[in-house]
């Protein structure tokens, strides 16, 4: 691989990062207040995928509130899941 497909390729993961940055961002200031709505939201604030989250939420490891057909996750409660994910990932 040649310097401009390095190159082309830190670009690209550059860009990604900030992406997800950003979207990070925007979610934030958007929720300000403490409930997460929606899987794919709760997911993407947590580092995993729809379908890990949903099978976290039914083993119970995550909890939620359900009205009718929406769902909504504490951030704080997410936040501590993030945390000890992290730190069961360093021992």
Same mark, same amino acid.
Do not use: N, W
């Given at each position: 691989?040649?310097?401009? $497909? +390095?190159?082309?390729?830190?670009?690209?993961?550059? $860009?990604?990062?900030? +992406?997800?940055? %950003?979207?990070?961002?925007? #979610?934030?200031?958007?929720?300000? #207040?403490?409930?997460?709505?929606?899987?794919? *939201?709760?997911? &993407?604030?947590?580092?995993? @995928?729809? @379908?890990?989250? $949903?099978?976290?939420? *039914?083993?119970?490891? /995550?909890? !939620?509130?359900? #009205?009718? %057909?929406?769902?909504?996750?504490?951030?704080?409660?997410?936040? +501590? !899941? %993030? &945390? =000890? =994910? *992290? /730190?069961? %990932? @360093?021992?």
């Amino acid at each position: 691989m040649g310097i401009f $497909e +390095e190159q082309q390729q830190r670009l690209y993961k550059l $860009e990604k990062a900030f +992406e997800d940055f %950003k979207s990070y961002v925007l #979610d934030y200031f958007e929720d300000i #207040d403490d409930e997460i709505k929606g899987y794919e *939201r709760a997911a &993407r604030f947590i580092g995993v @995928s729809i @379908s890990t989250l $949903e099978r976290l939420v *039914r083993q119970k490891r /995550i909890p !939620y509130k359900k #009205d009718g %057909k929406a769902v909504s996750f504490s951030r704080k409660e997410l936040f +501590e !899941y %993030k &945390r =000890r =994910r *992290r /730190i069961g %990932k @360093s021992k």
